[in-house]
């Protein structure tokens, strides 16, 4: 094996346990055992698995990334920018579930300095649908007051699907596009939110009395 064949290997077995039994189950023999490699030579690309598993999570954000980049409609109004957004990111997790998994539910293994590096990873692809947002209220086809939240929201929602979807359940990839576009733009695309004046605390205490 190369170097560069043999670390992937590591990182392809460790994405395969991880999203299998968790990144706590996972032990370091059943890893190079997975990955057909001893102890010392996996001690050759990691110090350990937190180690790996930090790799593994900024290498998901990283590709993310990279993946829209490529494929974005660039200077497109930002309803055709969105739909584009929707499809390429349950597609993306819909046909990767197991990177999926290690890139969202595995974070609380971290310690804080590496979960704020994956937390600046995260915004930095968070801000790209943020951006679409703002730019479609700006334009006035798109209504919410928030689009700093919304974009969390969207997301969270697109990337859980990979936790439940099944390839031979009732919905085909294509057809749980349409589903949640057509969710998604029926929330934004509605009249503009009322706004609603903020209670004082004075009102705020004498309603909890």
């Not at 499809?87 to 046909?95: I, K, P």
């Not at 595995?106 to 310690?111: F, I, N």
Request: hydrophobic letters at 35%; aromatic letters at 6%; proline letters at 3%.
């Amino acid at each position: 094996m190369s170097t560069n064949l043999t670390e992937q290997c590591i990182r392809l077995a460790a994405t395969r346990l991880i999203s299998r039994i968790g990144y706590e189950s996972m032990s370091l023999r059943q890893l190079t055992s997975e990955a057909g490699i001893n102890s010392s030579t996996l001690y050759l690309y990691y110090k350990g698995k937190r180690e790996l598993l930090l790799t593994l999570v900024l290498e998901y954000f990283q590709e993310l990334s990279l993946a829209w980049n490529d494929c974005r409609p660039r200077r497109a109004r930002a309803e055709t920018q969105l739909r584009a957004f929707i499809a390429f990111h349950l597609r993306h997790h819909l046909l990767r579930r197991e990177q999926a998994v290690l890139g969202n539910m595995e974070l609380r293994s971290l310690e804080t300095s590496e979960l704020m590096m994956v937390k600046q990873a995260r915004r930095a692809y968070l801000s790209k649908l943020q951006e679409i947002l703002e730019q479609g209220c700006a334009e006035g086809s798109l209504h919410c007051d928030e689009p700093k939240l919304l974009a969390r929201i969207i997301c969270s929602m697109l990337t859980n699907t990979s936790t439940w979807y099944q390839a031979e359940g009732r919905l085909c990839v294509d057809e749980m596009i349409s589903h949640y576009t057509g969710l998604i733009m029926r929330m934004l695309n509605g009249d503009p939110p009322r706004r609603i004046p903020p209670v004082s605390r004075k009102r705020q205490s004498q309603e909890q009395r």
